[in-house]
């Protein structure tokens, strides 16, 4: 755009320009200045003529060039040179940049150039330039989007697989302390909430400071005295994103929670419907489930009420400060200090920044509760199994097969009070038949899984085969017994 409105002429310095022109410019530079435009352009045949030039290089000289070509640009208007000489100074209107464009086409127009060419040129090879960056974009979207699909897809099949893995070592205990509901949830839910996250993680975590930083920099490019607006966006939004999650993120792992008790009362009533109709249990049951779910139902729809707020107020900003902009720019323009086309490129690189704010704002709404599924799921690969295999393993003596001895054994869950053996001592030999009979609840069943270490004993010993169960390999010593629970 600001290429354009200036007829496809970037800056102060001219690609040809005649040996009279540049000596009519060189009576406004010092010694030193001439010195620096000689050492770039090259004389020929009555004319000036440069080489390709870096970028700094034409800065240098677009700081040369800019007085020299407004004095000899203004001083050919008789009343503006009147006032020059009068006041021996230049108008307070005077735009020193836009003279020297002015000069520039002029003189092209001198030496033959056509100044409509140079502008149809420079449309054609920015509209070539722009395409080319929007099929690369194309590309590398499709590209980025098939990668952060495969990455995050082989996060969720090793995140499933190192979690049932983990979850198969538990002992009871574990699995008592966690309950089968809610490894079923961090098994599956928690998971796919990971997942989704890192499948949008490298299209926009990664995206977005890219765009930003490029914004800012052509931004301070563009127009730096506007760059406050830009401070004052930023601000906004993270207020905005702070208050929101201050409110929302405690909902977030009790909505975790909840899933974790739908779990349980979906899994129960399941398992237990044979029992549940002999007991005329049906309505109860239903209640149960209405009421987890109404719970759940309840804190998702805060959650969702609240992250609804935010694309409205992040529309909202980013139309005032469109407003904003357009008001100080205005001014500005009015004043003669910019140009009409660097207001609207300073909108375009304001909303490009504000944009990726926005992006990652976007993904702000999913990261908090996959925050809390993946502590989680790690809160599962962190937990040690209680029961583990012993540094030096023993084996039963050669012959002695079939032998179960239980040597003074007590045992108590743990958080438990009370026992709930005590000082067992018995020995089962090979070809023996032991049977315990007692109440509910009395320890026939615990008694039980002690022999194959669901448990370990609280005290005293259990023996196969003569050596103590701690003391043999699980693989082993589960090999060796026959359990029908």
């Known amino acids: 755009m600001l290429g354009y409105s200036r007829g496809g002429i970037p800056d102060s310095v001219p690609d040809r320009i005649s040996e009279q022109s ?19 352009y090259r004389l020929g045949d ?11 290089e034409r800065e240098e000289l677009n700081l040369i060039f800019g007085i020299p070509m407004l004095a000899v640009s ?3 208007d008789p009343l503006v040179a009147a006032k020059i000489e009068e006041n021996m100074q230049l108008p307070q ?13 002029q003189e092209y127009t001198e030496l033959g150039m056509n100044p409509e060419k140079i502008q149809m040129n420079y449309v054609k090879t920015a509209g070539v330039k722009m395409l080319l960056l929007a099929a690369l974009s194309m590309v590398l979207a499709v590209v980025v989007t098939f990668l952060s699909c495969r990455v995050a897809a082989k996060l969720g099949f090793d995140l499933r697989n190192k979690v049932y893995r983990k979850v198969i070592s538990f002992s009871s205990k574990e699995m008592n302390q966690f309950s089968t509901s809610s490894l079923i949830t961090r098994s599956t839910n928690d998971i796919q909430q990971v997942q989704m996250v890192f499948t949008m993680l490298f299209r926009v975590i990664l995206y977005a400071p890219i765009l930003g930083v490029g914004g800012v920099i052509k931004v301070l490019q563009t127009e730096a005295s506007m760059t406050w607006i830009l401070g004052v966006a930023v601000i906004a939004i993270l207020l905005i994103v702070a208050v929101l999650f201050a409110v929302a993120m405690p909902r977030f792992k009790k909505l975790q929670e909840l899933i974790d008790n739908l779990n349980l009362v979906s899994r129960e009533i399941l398992t237990g419907i044979p029992v549940i109709r002999a007991f005329s249990r049906e309505k109860h ?17 805060f959650v969702n009420r609240i992250m609804t707020f935010m694309m409205p107020l992040m529309t909202l900003l980013m139309n005032g400060i469109s407003v904003l902009i357009i008001y100080v720019g205005a001014h500005k323009i009015d004043a003669g200090n910019i140009q009409v086309g660097d207001m609207m490129a300073f909108i375009q690189y304001a909303m490009q920044i504000i944009m990726a704010f926005l992006m990652i704002t976007a993904m702000s709404i999913m990261l908090p509760r996959a925050g809390v599924a993946a502590n989680r799921i790690l809160e ?3 937990t040690e199994s209680s029961i583990r295999n012993p540094e030096i393993p023993k084996q039963p003596v050669e012959g002695r097969k079939g032998e179960v001895e239980f040597d003074h054994v007590c045992f108590s869950y743990p958080g438990a009070e009370e026992e709930v053996l005590t000082d067992i001592s018995f020995t089962a030999k090979q070809g023996e038949t032991i049977a315990f009979i007692g109440s509910t609840g009395s ?6 899984n002690l022999i194959p270490r669901f ?4 005290s005293g010993a259990v023996r196969v085969d003569g050596v103590d169960v701690r003391d043999m390999y699980l693989d082993d010593l589960r090999a060796r017994l026959g359990y029908v629970p």
């Open 285 to 301: 049951e239903e209640e149960r489930f209405e009421k987890a779910n109404d719970r759940l139902t309840r804190v998702n729809l």
């Open 22 to 40: 540049m000596n009519q410019l060189f009576l406004f530079m010092n010694e030193t200045e001439q010195e620096k435009v000689k050492r770039y």
């Open 93 to 105: 209107e005077t735009d020193i940049f836009q003279a020297a464009i002015t000069y520039i086409k």
């Open 455 to 458: 448990f370990d004993v609280t």
């Open 380 to 382: 599962i690969l962190d």
């Open 74 to 76: 203004e001083l050919k």
């Open 46 to 56: 009555g004319e000036y003529t440069h080489e390709k030039l870096t970028k700094e």
């Open 443 to 448: 320890g026939k069943s615990t008694l039980i």
